[in-house]
């Protein structure tokens, strides 16, 4: 019974960055856009997107939101 409790906290905390993103593509289009970002966490600036959006194409991809999280520009 630990052993799958200890494994379900894992998944959890494995997650949780997907739900970040999920969580503000309110269109559900697989990608962050500035509106649902600036939606999500209103004192996001262009330039946070820009930073967030390292191949530059306009939306923010779950590997770019699970990158900001990681590196602390969105709060987890
Ligand atoms: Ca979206
Ligand atoms: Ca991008």
Redesign the pocket.
């Known amino acids: 019974m630990k052993t799958i409790l200890t494994t379900a906290a894992i998944t959890l905390a494995f997650a949780a960055p997907t739900w970040a993103q999920m969580a503000m593509?309110?269109?559900?289009?697989g990608?962050?856009?500035m509106e649902?970002l600036q939606a999500a966490y209103p004192d996001a600036t262009a330039d946070t997107f820009a930073a967030i959006d390292t191949d530059a194409d306009g939306v923010l991809n779950e590997t770019e939101v699970q990158a900001a999280v990681d590196a602390g520009i969105l709060p987890s």
Do not use: A, H, R
Request: aromatic share 0%; hydrophobic share 10%; proline share 0%.
């Open positions: 593509d309110t269109d559900g289009d990608n962050v856009s649902e």
